[in-house]
């Protein structure tokens, strides 16, 4: 045991501007190693370090817990304070209501890249840095919106505004559990939990009154301002809490006052992971469990319309109770306060529910069953659907606002109930992929957020208060059998589903090693070096990886012996049994774990060996096999069962696989039998592959192409983004050239767009473009070749570009003749009208040539080379989409021309006809 050391007590404004914390103490402790690069120095906390934050004291920590909360308030507010000014800025900008409202849309939508950026980005730079940037941008981008002078400036505003405010969102809960242990955190989550709720309804009944008596600037003014306040004061007394951060800063600056060699606990266990290998598992492994996982689609589903309903009411409040009780503004955002008192009493009572599952969990011996979660939703369940139904049928203005205005309490008691029911029972079915399954619910909840207020205004208008109001209460009511379901069901469900089993078969295995080792322990006093307190029971604490049955006991105790002591969180913690957290509030506890690197990191449990193995050739990346020289010396030795993972981990739809690196350095391939590539062609002959099936590829290896393509492929391995960035820029600039040469008929009329001169906005515009979809197109031509994999070559290739069709050619085209129109200065209106015109009409000709495209591509190009491939085919498809929205626009303008001189034209009709004859 590590002996007791009186320390040197930090100021708290050192802790905010000195995340090393070096004191006499750290200096002169005596850490496991020599100081050298072959033998560094192991730091972790030392007994009673003054910079853990599991020892701040109790005002530092409920400050701090203050501040977040905040935060967090500030943004939930802005999100739904906008839509009290939104009939000002309709008067304003002479827009209509769908066009105003988009500002709440979108900044919503800028909340779903919270946790696919944010929360792997805070535990790669730390909590202190992410929030302090994060939210000096939302703040100006709130202030720029004060200062738009046209609705387009306003709403891409509030979009940037929406994906910097999302962090405190993403990581203020894995602030909290940062410095509370997990007996001490339900009264902190619990005053934070507030927050997120409280803001969405706080909003109106601000905005509403500042909208109505100064006006919608004044309104993003206070956005602006309130968000102001918050970052100057959370900077200046929110300190780093994240220990690995906090720990690797103190590795640098021991090294740099010694000379030696430090290294983290944590880095030694788990290794190095860059910022492309966490953005990497962020942002492809939501989506792979959302489609594979009818738990999380069928939840994420049913939380999407709860939350959209949620951020419908903004619109459809006014229209109730503005527009038949002839409610002023101010007056109609108090209508709020019965959703918020019902959120409220949705607090209160889980506080009560928790008593109910730690007894469950403590009849269960420590960890209890995910169903155990559920109740609380069952009762939200059906208070949903009664809210609604109630407010939809009691809002006719013969019956006192009272009784719709009581409607909103069920609602959003049963929202919250809900929400956190469902958020932890995803986080317990799940366990080690739980980060990634809540990101994936995070996205879908907030593309529907976005989405709902859009069609409010059509749908009310149209079906009238009552059947519009109905709508999303029946929606409910149909997800009532959903927690029912898994509540009776939900073993049998996890056991069918591929991850869900895989989680709870690592959390047995745990168990039982637990048990073994309590056995083996029973009486003796075990000696405990001290770990980082933020660590949870995740993959990544095994470094041994083992391949036969009898060393998998051995790591796997060791992994639960090292999670148990971070779980209880105290210095003089002795050997315990294994507990699962039992707060109903934690639900932000997984972005404070590294569940997120658990898949992409060095040294994977053995218990998880086939999950990681399938995830990585989801995600992209197939396992790695070269560790550390210092892993190699804490663990058994080689696994000669490593390589054969290796071997058996490819793809059926393509010739060739992604170049990894090897344990040696050298490029290689993870199928079996990779195309030689000009390294080894000097030392071995190549493969014989017969002619039969050998891929386009391989044809044309051996000339100036097959050279110019090993160049392209190490520096594609190298560095992936800056490759396509740079291939997309050349694409694109051509095929804006070409473009400019292109010949068009119009009724006879024959211009030439290069006699107009070079227009380098234009070209601007072409690359912009090209630029903003590069990686995006890359990522996912990579998530098709790594998924949708049949026996079958037939099938997994038809799967594919079925998909392609049907999900990427609609996004990419309205991507692309949308970015253009805004790019040139069109306004929402005239860019809406051209994708009327030219979107349908492009996804159907798109027919004619892309199928054809992407089998061949699938059949017979590298996956690294395919999106490559694709854009050079679309230097020509590209050329025709310009062509074609230059075309819808001379058809609108032709149209408001002869509207404006009174002439009857149908501009729908005739440039649908033109563009058809065209394509």
Not at 867 to 882: D, E, H, K, P
Request: some cysteine.
């Amino acid at each position: 045991m590590a002996e007791t050391v009186t320390p040197t007590r930090i100021p708290f404004w050192r802790k905010v501007i000195d995340q090393a914390g070096v004191t006499p103490e750290v200096a002169n402790y005596t850490y496991p190693g020599s100081g050298t690069k072959e033998d560094p120095y192991i730091i972790s906390w030392i007994p009673n370090d003054p910079r853990d934050p599991m020892r701040f004291s109790k005002t530092a920590k409920w400050g701090i817990t203050m501040l977040v909360a905040v935060s967090t308030l500030a943004v939930a507010l802005a999100s739904s304070a906008y839509s009290g000014g939104i009939l000002q800025t309709m008067l304003a900008f002479g827009i209509s209501q769908e066009v105003a409202t988009l500002g709440i849309s979108l900044f919503v939508l800028g909340f779903a890249i919270g946790p696919l950026v944010w929360a792997p980005m805070s535990e790669l730079f730390g909590r202190q840095i992410l929030f302090t940037v994060t939210y000096c941008l939302l703040t100006v981008f709130s202030a720029g919106c004060t200062g738009s002078k046209n609705p387009q400036t306003l709403i891409i505003l509030r979009f940037f505004a929406g994906a910097f405010g999302s962090s405190p969102l993403t990581n203020a809960g894995g602030v909290i559990a940062d410095m509370f242990s997990a007996s001490e955190r339900g009264l902190a989550t619990t005053f934070f939990a507030v927050a997120p709720f409280l803001g969405p309804v706080l909003g109106p009944i601000i905005g509403g009154f500042l909208g109505e008596y100064a006006g919608w600037k004044w309104v993003v003014g206070f956005i602006a301002i309130f968000a102001g306040v918050v970052w100057i004061i959370g900077t200046l007394l929110i300190p780093e809490t994240y220990a690995p951060v906090l720990l690797r800063r103190r590795a640098a600056k021991l090294h740099k006052m010694t000379g030696k060699v430090y290294v983290t606990h944590i880095d030694v266990q788990r290794g190095h992971v860059s910022i492309q290998q966490a953005l990497k598992a962020s942002l492809l492994r939501p989506w792979i469990l959302l489609l594979r996982e009818p738990i999380v689609l069928l939840l994420s589903v049913y939380m999407a319309i709860i939350y959209g309903t949620l951020y419908m009411l903004f619109g459809a409040f006014p229209i109730v109770f503005e527009g038949t009780r002839h409610w002023s503004q101010g007056i109609t955002g108090l209508s709020f306060l019965g959703v918020m008192v019902g959120m409220l009493f949705a607090v209160m009572y889980s506080i009560w529910d928790n008593k109910r599952y730690l007894r469950e969990v403590e009849k269960q011996g420590g960890f209890a069953a995910p169903e155990a979660r559920l109740p609380p939703c069952l009762v939200g369940c059906v208070a949903l659907p009664v809210g609604l139904f109630w407010f939809a049928w009691t809002n006719y203005p013969s019956i006192h606002w009272i009784v719709c205005i009581l409607a909103g309490v069920p609602f959003g008691f049963g929202m919250v109930l809900v929400f956190l029911g469902v958020m932890n029972y995803l986080i317990d079915a799940y366990t080690i992929f739980a980060a990634s399954v809540l990101a994936a619910n995070s996205v879908l909840r907030s593309l529907c957020g976005a989405a709902f207020p859009l069609f409010t205004t059509y749908m009310y208008h149209n079906l009238g208060i009552h059947w519009a109001s109905s709508v999303p209460a029946f929606l409910a009511l149909a997800c009532v059998p959903f927690p029912f379901l898994f509540y009776k069901y939900g073993a049998q469900i996890r056991e069918k589903c591929k991850y869900a089993a895989e989680s709870i078969a690592f959390v047995r295995k745990m168990l039982q090693a637990a048990a073994a080792q309590d056995e083996s322990t029973d009486g003796e006093k075990i000696e405990e070096p001290e770990f980082d307190r933020t660590e949870a029971p995740a993959p990544h604490d095994v470094s041994s990886e083992s391949g036969d049955e009898e060393a998998e006991e051995e790591p796997a105790r060791r992994m639960y012996s090292r999670a148990s002591r971070a779980s209880t969180r105290t210095a003089t913690s002795s050997h315990r049994r294994f507990e699962y957290e039992g707060n109903p509030y934690d639900i932000d506890r997984v972005n404070t774990r590294d569940s997120d690197f658990s898949i992409i990191a060095p040294g994977k449990p053995v218990a998880m060996r086939r999950v990681v193995s399938d995830l990585l050739i989801s995600a992209g990346r197939r396992p790695s096999n070269n560790l550390s020289s210092l892993r190699n010396r804490r663990t058994n030795g080689s696994n000669p069962s490593q390589q054969r993972r290796h071997n058996s981990n490819k793809s059926i739809d393509g010739p060739d696989s992604i170049p990894t690196k090897g344990s040696s350095g050298s490029t290689t391939s993870s199928t079996v039998s990779p195309p030689p590539t000009s390294a080894t062609s000097a030392t071995s002959p190549p493969l014989s592959v017969s002619r039969s099936r050998r891929s386009a590829w391989e044809l044309i290896k051996s000339g100036p192409i097959g050279r110019f393509g090993d160049w392209y492929t190490n520096t594609q391995h190298k560095r992936p983004y800056v490759t396509q960035l740079a291939s997309s820029l050349i694409i694109y600039l051509a095929g804006d050239l070409k473009m400019k040469t292109t010949e068009s008929v119009d009724g006879g009329e024959r211009e030439t767009v290069a006699t107009a001169g070079y227009d380098p906005l234009r070209t601007l515009r072409h690359l912009t473009v090209g630029l903003v979809s590069s990686i995006p197109s890359y990522k996912w031509f990579m998530f098709l070749h790594h998924n949708f994999n049949y026996t079958s070559k037939f099938r997994s290739i038809f799967t594919k570009v079925a998909v392609q069709q049907a999900v990427f050619t609609p996004v990419f085209n309205t991507y692309f003749f949308s970015m253009q129109s805004l790019l040139a200065g069109a306004t929402i209106e005239e860019t809406w009208e051209r994708l009327k015109l030219a979107v349908p009409n492009s996804i159907k000709n798109s027919v004619k040539l892309w199928p054809a495209v992407t089998a061949f591509s699938f059949m017979y190009i590298p996956p690294h080379f395919r999106s490559v491939f694709g854009g050079m085919i679309a230097v020509g498809w590209q050329t025709y989409l310009s062509w074609l929205n230059q075309k819808a626009a001379r058809e609108v303008a032709a149209a408001e021309a002869a509207a404006s001189s009174g002439v009857e034209i149908s501009a729908v009709r005739t440039a649908d006809d033109r563009i058809s004859q065209a394509a």
